[in-house]
């Protein structure tokens, strides 16, 4: 049976910014692959993994694309990450 599944994989962070930096950081360098959604990517602490923290923003642009900057961004949204 096919379908869409979720890794978990644990890790360790000072704090919930440095838990969503890990986690883009690994998300974005998997990203070539066709079969990871790097722009849904959540992290939650251990111990309330019931409740999510998005990593990227991935709101609607009026071109139909999504924006892939990070969920705390400055600035206007983009479909490209800042450089």
Partial sequence: MS???VAH????????PAA????????RSVSFLSEV???EVT?????EQGVRHRV???LPLSDHRRCVRRVDHGG???????R
């Fill in 56 to 58: 990227f923003c991935d």
């Fill in 43 to 47: 992290v939650s602490f251990e111990d």
């Fill in 76 to 82: 206007p949204c983009s479909p490209r990450p800042p």
């Fill in 3 to 5: 379908g869409r599944f």
């Fill in 9 to 16: 994989l644990p890790f360790t962070a000072a704090d919930l």
């Fill in 20 to 27: 969503r930096h890990f986690a883009g950081t690994l998300a």
């Fill in 37 to 39: 959604d790097a722009a």
